[in-house]
C-alpha cells in the first residue's frame, strides 16, 4: 500500500516529483516519511512531514533542494527533488510511523513498500 511513484532517469541539476498514497486513516499525530537506499548502502533518512501540523524535518544531504509536502485530502504525499545530483541515485521508500519523535531512525517505521528507483547522470 506505501508505493512510491514518480522515479526516473534524470541527468544532473534536473527535477523529479515522488507521490505516495498515505494509508487510510492517515491523520494528526503521524508522520510520513522518504527514505532512499543506494546500491550497497544502507537505507537512509530524506525527509519527513508530520501530517497534521505540516512540519518537516530533512536531511542535510537533501536540504534546500528537496521539499517534502502533503495533500491532506488525497491522502498524498510527495517529494519534490530540486537539483539532483548523481549521488542522489538510489531507491527511494516512503513510509509512515506514529509519532514525530526519531523520525530519521530507519528502525521506527514497521511498513515499506515498493519503492522507486531514481538514476541521476552526470
Known amino acids: 500500500q506505501l508505493q512510491a511513484y514518480g522515479g526516473g532517469l534524470v541527468q544532473a541539476g534536473g527535477s523529479l516529483r515522488l507521490s505516495c498514497a498515505a494509508p487510510?486513516?492517515?491523520?494528526?499525530?503521524?508522520?510520513m516519511g522518504w527514505f532512499r537506499q543506494a546500491p550497497g548502502k544502507e537505507r537512509e533518512f530524506v525527509a519527513s512531514?508530520?501530517?497534521?501540523?505540516?512540519?518537516?524535518v530533512y536531511a542535510a544531504s537533501v536540504k534546500g533542494r528537496f521539499t517534502i509536502s502533503r495533500d491532506n485530502a488525497e491522502n498524498l504525499v510527495y517529494l519534490q527533488m530540486n537539483s539532483l545530483k548523481p549521488e542522489d541515485t538510489a531507491v527511494y521508500y516512503c513510509t509512515r510511523k506514529f509519532g514525530d519523535h526519531n523520525v530519521a531512525d530507519t528502525r521506527q517505521y514497521r511498513s515499506w513498500g515498493r519503492g522507486t528507483l531514481v538514476t541521476v547522470s552526470s
Open positions: 512531514i508530520n501530517w497534521g501540523a505540516g512540519r518537516t
Open positions: 487510510e486513516r492517515t491523520f494528526s499525530g503521524y508522520v
